[in-house]
């Protein structure tokens, strides 16, 4: 898959020095909505329909903003979630491209740590092709409904340029690894061994590849995140 592409010559502007960063947008489990009371469930099927009908829907040139809340207006957004999404262990990870540096601060120092996704299981788009399980935009938020999720994690993306393309191919496919590539296991591990040595203020110190970043966003998640 070639996940490189060029930014309409305005967004490229916007997002330059942005860089991008990974977050844990949805795991599994069962949750319960605090105003409507509805269940929400996630499964490892519901995962692989998100992972494949995003693909397509971001393909045929939708886009998936990053609103300050459940907000469709203008000024509320920003960033995008530009892909891919990816259903890896028990979680869908998504890319995020904040567009203006308050908001990239906030996903640095942990401010903005949560999200929510905006799911439909039935969605069809401008063009009338009809998709399942798509998230129309995923907000920054204090209150998901989705809980005990990760901080943002930065992927030190490259800045968008005229010259440079926003997005590194390599990068890409090494987040969008499968659970038993070795990097990532090779990653866990040097995280694990921090961890049990009590050293974790030296995680960001072996978070030097893609695996690893993601090796070590894997290994923050709360034990009792069931």
């Not at 045929?60 to 990816?86: C, I, L, Q, S, Y």
């Not at 299981?121 to 998901?144: M, R, W």
């Not at 496919?173 to 590539?181: F, K, Q, S, T, Y």
Request: glycine share 8%.
């Amino acid at each position: 898959m070639d996940f490189t592409r060029l930014l309409h010559r305005g967004e490229k502007f916007a997002a330059r020095g942005a860089g991008l960063f990974i977050k844990d947008v949805m795991h599994d489990g069962v949750w319960i909505h605090p105003v409507t009371n509805v269940e929400i469930i996630v499964t490892k099927e519901i995962r692989a329909s998100v992972q494949e009908n995003m693909k397509k829907f971001i393909a045929n040139g939708n886009k998936v903003p990053m609103p300050d809340g459940h907000r469709d207006d203008t000024e509320a957004n920003k960033g995008f979630w530009p892909g891919p999404f990816v259903s890896m262990g028990d979680d869908v990870l998504g890319i995020a491209q904040p567009l203006d540096v308050t908001t990239i601060k906030q996903m640095q120092d942990g401010t903005a740590d949560a999200v929510s996704v905006k799911w439909y299981s039935k969605y069809v788009d401008a063009g009338g092709v009809q998709y399942d399980d798509i998230f129309e935009h995923v907000c920054l938020t204090n209150y998901p409904v989705i809980g005990r999720q990760r901080n943002f994690i930065s992927l030190g993306g490259a800045p968008a340029t005229d010259e440079a393309p926003l997005f590194d191919k390599k990068l890409l496919e090494a987040i969008a690894v499968n659970e038993e590539d070795e990097a990532l296991i090779k990653g866990l591990d040097k995280v694990y061994q921090a961890l049990r040595q009590g050293a974790q203020k030296e995680i960001n110190d072996i978070m030097r590849t893609p695996a690893e970043r993601l090796a070590a966003l894997l290994a923050r998640r709360p034990s009792n995140s069931r």
